[in-house]
């Protein structure tokens, strides 16, 4: 987990495991590469005024440069109506990655231990957990690093005992009023007298077994994904029917990575990672989605959201576009066998009409899919599937945006508008009052100039659609 010449940030809370873990580092890594951080959380009055100065008088001792920070934590957790331990959690994480941030370290080390493990897959399992949550704590994650999670509570006293190094004891470790504390000290101590042997053993030897199970239904799920989810200005929108046929244990766990991977409207993950997504959101989804009803929606927590339409499953942030996402089966049209007319006024600056048939096969005849400057043809169904692919969401006739991309007639794959109006010289001042009709970032027609290969007509065109430029743009 470490390579020569990175540096690393030990978590040191005074107590007996990161005290063991901080002298263990600090003999085996090289000379100026080692760092602590404490963080106190004000829990426990001069208690916890106590450890921070412990954690300073050994760094010092040891010659490691230490940081520290102290925060209310009771009093943030009653503004934000989060539990103590989460509260707690969350600020102290802060801390340790500010800190490696700005002073430069690789990684972060914390003093989980083959306990802390065993004692995390048993309170998973009473929540209720899939195969991630017997998985227990991995070796690494991210910059997140725990070297002594194959030791046992009484080698690392043992250790500290041949160093005669003394360590700091919490009293809040002796509270049962917090559930972690009553799993160590009564729940799995009562099972192994019960059993006849340390039921801790069985919690996490099972650990590698699952996270092996976890690893393969992910490969799986990913490919899933790859090949059957696609984005959109909304958000992520799978293939129902493909993930219909999916096992209902491929199914819950492809549903849980597409969820990881939804983003609110900074490009932020509301959950980073899968560790924090309940189960029950993800068989709230499963549920939906079985159930067939269009428009119905599953909650997924942190603003996440899934709404089954006629494209698929819409996942997406509530903040997002896709909150007020209305879906549409015919892309603008209101009818698919007579002729019809499509307006939004303003918001999207064009309408649209279907052709009749006579007007259809002239226009093929005349092969009427050049790009003109007031209006222009497209396949009718393939117009459809576009809008399908983007979302539902109607397109919109606006000024080009960063990211905008176009299949150019008679070319193959796809090119950034930027690219190809510099690539055809089109003139700056004609490029900066430009408008173009796009479905998100796919664009299909920049008038008097390109439209879109994907909305050729050829002769399998069944039906015809003319988009006109409103007057009014």
């Not at 994650?141 to 030791?151: T, V």
């Not at 549920?287 to 009803?293: C, D, M």
């Not at 950034?416 to 998100?440: H, Q």
Request: with cysteine; charged share 30%; aromatic share 8%.
């Amino acid at each position: 987990m470490y390579q020569e010449g990175e540096r690393v940030l030990a978590a040191v809370s005074g107590g007996a495991d990161s005290v063991c873990m901080l002298l263990m580092l600090k003999k085996y890594l090289p000379e100026g590469t080692l760092g602590a951080a404490h963080f106190n959380h004000g829990l426990r009055g001069d208690e916890s005024d106590r450890d921070e100065s412990f954690v300073k008088d050994l760094c010092a001792k040891l010659e490691v440069p230490v940081f520290s920070e102290k925060a209310d934590i009771s009093a943030a957790a009653a503004a934000e109506k989060s539990g103590i331990e989460e509260c707690a959690r969350k600020y102290r994480y802060e801390f340790l990655n500010r800190v490696a941030e700005k002073e430069r370290y690789n990684y972060i080390c914390v003093a989980h231990n083959k306990g802390d493990n065993a004692e995390t897959v048993f309170m998973h399992i009473l929540r209720g957990c899939s195969v991630d949550g017997l998985a227990g704590m991995p070796y690494r994650a991210g910059n997140i690093i725990r070297p002594l999670l194959d030791i046992d509570r009484r080698e690392i006293a043992g250790y500290l005992r041949l160093e005669g190094q003394d360590f700091i004891t919490d009293s809040s470790n002796a509270d049962n009023t917090y559930l972690r504390n009553r799993v160590r000290n009564v729940i799995i101590p009562f099972i192994s007298d019960n059993i006849g042997y340390d039921f801790r053993d069985v919690l996490v030897r099972q650990t590698g077994i699952a996270a092996d199970e976890r690893d393969y239904l992910d490969a799986d799920a990913d490919a899933f994904i790859v090949e059957h989810v696609k984005e959109c200005p909304e958000g992520l929108i799978a293939d129902k029917e493909e993930l219909e046929m999916l096992h209902p244990g491929a199914g819950r766990r492809v549903i849980r990575n597409i969820i990881s991977m939804v983003k609110d409207g900074s490009s932020n993950s509301p959950y980073e990672g899968r560790k924090d997504i309940n189960s029950d959101a993800v068989m709230r989804v499963y549920e939906v989605l079985t159930s067939g009803k269009l428009g119905k929606t599953a909650e997924c927590g942190r603003g996440v959201k899934m709404r089954l339409t006629h494209s698929g499953a819409l996942f997406y942030c509530g903040n997002n576009a896709g909150e007020t996402y209305c879906p549409r089966t015919d892309g603008g049209l209101k009818n698919d066998d007579e002729k019809a007319e499509y307006s939004a006024g303003e918001k999207t600056g064009f309408a649209a009409e279907e052709l009749t048939f006579g007007e259809t096969e002239k226009i093929k005849a005349e092969k009427g899919f050049s790009a003109g400057e007031r209006f222009v043809y497209f396949d009718k169904n393939k117009y459809i599937d576009i809008i399908h692919k983007c979302g539902n969401g109607v397109p919109v006739f606006r000024h080009p945006e960063a990211g905008d991309v176009i299949s150019p007639f008679g070319m193959h794959g796809k090119k950034k508008v930027r690219k190809l109006l510099i690539d055809l010289k089109i003139p700056y001042e004609k490029r900066s009052g430009l408008k173009l009709l796009a479905a998100g970032r796919e664009v299909l027609w920049i008038p008097g100039i390109c439209s879109s290969e994907l909305l050729r007509i050829d002769e399998k065109t069944a039906k015809i659609i003319r988009v006109v430029i409103r007057e009014d743009n």
